[in-house]
């Protein structure tokens, strides 16, 4: 197993009430709360940026945020009253950046610093770019130190994942700070880069993939005599307590299985047609074809 910080574990370092002996990410973190700069606040960086606000964790007046339109810059600013322009380079004033664009915006990003010719000191910046390599960030950017995060939506609830692969040159408390970050949104685990590519095919891919079971499996509730809302709360809540069962009881999902299907009884009815239908082959090439996807990217 990957090292891992358990949800909830950390505190943020830039609260007042942080070590003294944390050293400044990119010298500059060090000393009060600090400033974060997101390039692209959309839909990720909400996910991870609006919990830590809503826990008071990150001042709303500290962020300042970049987008591509002047249409979102004012819904943003309008429903969150945050700092969100469309000059690309409000979010380079600050120590930390997120990066959180789409990656075929990346190069247009890189191009407006360059042009710039900013900022004068390291920035640590942390990229949540799908497939996005270090080598190629560190090509783009070469006065920043580099984090690769792999977020998934389910932070926006608090029950993310997030995978992390570190640039070279950052400390451990660099590492640490990072670490705390993500850990107030779910779970964090370091992995080696190449590991990123499937971690993000199961982490981030997945909940779509899952979602589209609830849907079907509610659908199936439906053709069964079901009314619609129920079938979707008892699919939700299904798909929910199965997760914690097979977490909370450290379960095989075989085990689980078995646990539920009785000789001639309605599982293995049910089973028999999942998988003539081959839905493990389906959900095996669903993940390898979004690892693939992802390498692609790179
Ligand atoms: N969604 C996930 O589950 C997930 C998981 C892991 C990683 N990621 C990664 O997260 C990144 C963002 O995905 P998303 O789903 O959040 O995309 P999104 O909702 O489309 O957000 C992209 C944001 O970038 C802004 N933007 C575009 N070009 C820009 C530029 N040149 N400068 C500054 N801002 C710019 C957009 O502004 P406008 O609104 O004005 O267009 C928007 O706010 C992607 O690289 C993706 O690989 C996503």
């Known amino acids: ?7 909830g574990a950390a505190r943020m370092i830039w609260s007042d009430d942080r070590s003294p ?7 500059e973190i060090n000393g009060g ?14 996910a991870l940026v609006f919990p830590l606000i809503e826990a008071g964790l990150l001042d709303r007046q500290r962020l300042l945020a970049v987008v591509a339109s002047e249409a ?9 009253q945050l700092a969100v322009s469309t000059d690309p380079l409000q979010a380079w004033q600050a120590p930390v950046v997120l990066l959180a664009v789409k990656p075929q915006q990346l190069e247009g990003v890189a191009a407006a610093l360059a ?15 799908a497939g996005v ?18 977020p998934n939506t389910p932070c926006l609830v608090r029950a993310g994942l997030t995978g992390l692969a570190w640039g070279e040159g ?40 899952v979602a589209l079971v609830a849907e079907a499996m509610a659908d199936g509730a439906v053709a069964a005599g079901l009314p619609r809302s129920l079938a979707q709360h008892l699919a939700h809540r299904t798909l929910a307590g199965t997760a914690a069962l097979l977490h909370e009881r450290e379960l095989h999902p075989g085990q689980l299985k078995d646990m539920v299907t009785s000789p001639a009884g309605t599982t293995i009815a049910g089973l028999r047609h999942l998988e003539r239908a081959g839905l493990r082959s389906a959900l095996i090439e669903a993940v390898v074809a979004a690892a693939d996807r992802s390498r692609e990217l790179a």
Do not use: Y
Request: glycine share 8%; net charge neutral; with cysteine.
């Open 170 to 209: 950052l400390s451990a408390a660099h590492k640490e700070w990072v670490q705390q970050l993500f850990a107030r949104v779910g779970e964090v685990l370091e992995l080696p880069e190449p590991q990123l590519d499937g971690f993000l095919a199961l982490t981030s891919s997945g909940p779509a993939f």
């Open 21 to 27: 002996d944390t050293a400044g990410a990119a010298g």
């Open 115 to 129: 042009a710039a010719e900013a900022p004068t000191s390291p920035r640590l910046l942390i990229s949540v770019l």
């Open 33 to 46: 709360e600090i400033t974060v700069g997101v390039i692209g606040l959309g839909r990720m960086a909400q």
């Open 1 to 7: 197993m990957p090292p891992r910080v358990p949800p």
């Open 72 to 80: 979102s810059a004012e819904r943003l600013r309008h429903s969150h």
């Open 133 to 150: 390599t270090l080598a190629r960030l560190q090509r783009l950017f070469p006065n920043c130190l580099m984090v690769r995060a792999v």
